[in-house]
């Protein structure tokens, strides 16, 4: 996924920042044994989640791949798989034949 950038964003920042203070709250109220504090951190959890894909809407997000940018993935990846491949069949028919006695 790293080769993507996936997730690195705005929106992907700051919705998650959001819900880790939540899960922090709700962690700390539960080992309080207080349901009002730990309902309230699930609903700031909630909370990151609309706040992220409120950003993603404003425009913060990822942007949608086009189709033809998909084609040229694709293409360059069954490339790269062919170059590969002829690659590893050069070495085979370079590397010297021994016979077995």
Request: charged share 10%.
């Amino acid at each position: 996924m790293a080769g993507t950038s996936h997730g690195h964003t705005p929106a992907a920042w700051t919705g998650v920042t959001i819900a880790f203070i939540g899960f922090c709250i709700a962690g700390v109220f539960m080992v309080a044994a207080n349901q009002p504090g730990f309902w309230a951190g699930i609903g700031v959890v909630l909370l990151g989640g609309v706040v992220g894909l409120a950003m993603k809407a404003a425009g913060l997000g990822m942007p949608k791949e086009s189709a033809a940018m998909a084609e040229a993935r694709a293409a360059a990846v069954q490339q790269q798989i062919e170059n590969t491949a002829g690659t590893q069949v050069r070495a085979e028919a370079q590397a010297p034949q021994t016979q077995a006695v």
